[in-house]
């Protein structure tokens, strides 16, 4: 896509019936990127159809309508969009608890799933200790792997391959995945009878945004790691003593390893979106509108002391209720009913940014002539300086260029520097000429 609104899923490369696009990595955005491996002659439209960036005419409304709308009892709220019941909770299984990114539920989810036989293989993001890559997207097929796999990965990957292989070998698939990729997989469905097959549950993560591989970078940087010797790091790390929005990122390398604590090392890159991908600033799906199940944070005050972590779930059909009930019922997981305002309320933040926020970065996209899709909201030029994406296209231009971390903070710092200067500025102006008569 143009203007590098590409958020590098690799749906189109999977189901492309030519085989003619391969994902590849981007060491200057830091994000998947399509490579065509020859000039395609057959104009499908295919690899548009399944993008979630794209303008189809088919948002996350009208596929989240033809799936869910039509059962009994089924609710929908503007923020999160349809469910059927909500919980907050986490896995009775300490280890099972500890080991996730939050209260472990998704892992225990996962594993009852696997071992009453409602799927066989699960498709999820996973460690690449020295790899080229710190993480990949894979299949696996038992508990042991499953574990493995626990713990968020802030980090892209691509899902062409492993689609590839849902294609190719039979088989009840659940995956795992963030709202754009599920909006992908479902504009999938909707032309390859195979996918609506074999993807027997799309399990979906509250999202505020990804970031790109220099984040996984910058973590290694602040742990005092070479990034040449980087062997492996792992995210949501928690340790007594810490709320839970303050867990660690553990960096392994060479024969050292270092935690970084998110709230006092990375909150401000993340906050600021110095790693942010261009298209997640023009994204309004909050809670994977498109995914059967869905799982967060529960960033609520009652629930943030307990660095165990606890999870908010929402489900969109009557068959994930039940799968979910029957294991709090089993003790598979400790589980209290949540009103869905308190679920919303949980991602307030989040909810700002993606759909607040967006009207203005709709507004200047629209005045860079960037060929953005339609959105849920309307671009509306907002009384303040939004710096999102100057900070979002000048954060790999600035990583690129570092002569050190600092030389890179400091970059970066001098943007929001400039918010302050430009409010100023507007409102003295606006008051100027406001007195003589001038309309601003």
Not at 137 to 147: E, G, M, P, Q, T
Not at 243 to 259: H, T
């Amino acid at each position: 896509m143009k203007q590098h609104l590409c958020i590098g899923c690799g749906v189109c490369a999977a189901v492309c019936p030519r085989g003619r696009l391969n994902m590849q990595m981007d060491e200057d955005t830091g994000i998947y990127t399509v490579v065509p491996a020859e000039e395609c002659p057959y104009n499908c439209g295919l690899c548009d159809a399944v993008c979630p960036f794209a303008d189809t005419g088919c948002n996350e409304d009208v596929l989240a309508d033809g799936l869910y709308s039509r059962q009994p009892g089924i609710m929908h709220e503007l923020e999160c969009g349809y469910y059927f019941q909500c919980w907050a909770g986490f896995c009775s299984g300490e280890q099972i608890r500890l080991n996730g990114a939050s209260g472990g539920a998704t892992t225990a989810f996962l594993e009852s799933l696997l071992t009453c036989g409602k799927i066989e293989r699960i498709v999820c993001a996973q460690r690449v200790p020295g790899g080229r890559t710190l993480f990949e997207c894979a299949i696996v097929d038992d508990i042991d792997a499953l574990y493995e796999a626990s713990k968020s990965a802030y980090y892209p990957v691509e899902f062409s391959g492993v689609l590839r292989e849902v294609l190719s070998v039979p088989g009840k698939y659940a995956i795992v995945c963030l709202p754009c990729v599920a909006k992908a997989i479902r504009l999938a469905q909707r032309h390859i009878p195979k996918l609506r097959e074999r993807i027997v549950i799309i399990i979906g993560l509250v999202c505020g945004h990804g970031v790109n591989s220099h984040f996984g970078s910058y973590a290694a940087m602040l742990a005092g790691a070479s990034l040449e010797e980087v062997k492996e790091i792992t995210f949501r790390v928690k340790s007594a003593g810490h709320q839970a929005n303050n867990s660690a990122v553990r960096v392994q390398w060479s024969d050292q390893e270092s935690l970084v604590h998110w709230m006092n090392d990375l909150n401000e890159a993340w906050v600021d979106n110095w790693f942010t991908p261009k298209a997640c600033l023009f994204c309004d799906d909050i809670y994977a509108e498109c995914a059967d199940i869905v799982f967060m944070d529960a960033w609520l005050p009652e629930f943030i002391d307990d660095y165990k972590g606890t999870n908010l779930l929402l489900s969109r059909t009557s068959q994930t209720a039940h799968w979910i009930q029957n294991m709090a019922a089993n003790n598979d997981l400790i589980l209290w009913d949540i009103d869905v305002q308190r679920v919303i309320a949980s991602q307030r933040g989040v909810i700002q940014f993606k759909r607040v926020k967006l009207a203005h970065r709709l507004w200047q996209a629209r005045g860079r002539n960037w060929n953005v899709s339609a959105k849920r909201v309307a671009p509306h030029k907002a009384a303040d300086w939004n710096p999102d994406v100057k900070r979002s296209e000048l954060g790999t231009v600035y990583w690129k260029q570092r002569s050190s971390l600092s030389d890179f903070q400091r970059a970066m710092r001098s943007i929001k520097d400039e918010y302050p200067w430009w409010v100023a500025f507007r409102r003295k102006a606006k008051n100027v000429l406001k007195r003589a008569g001038i309309q601003w």
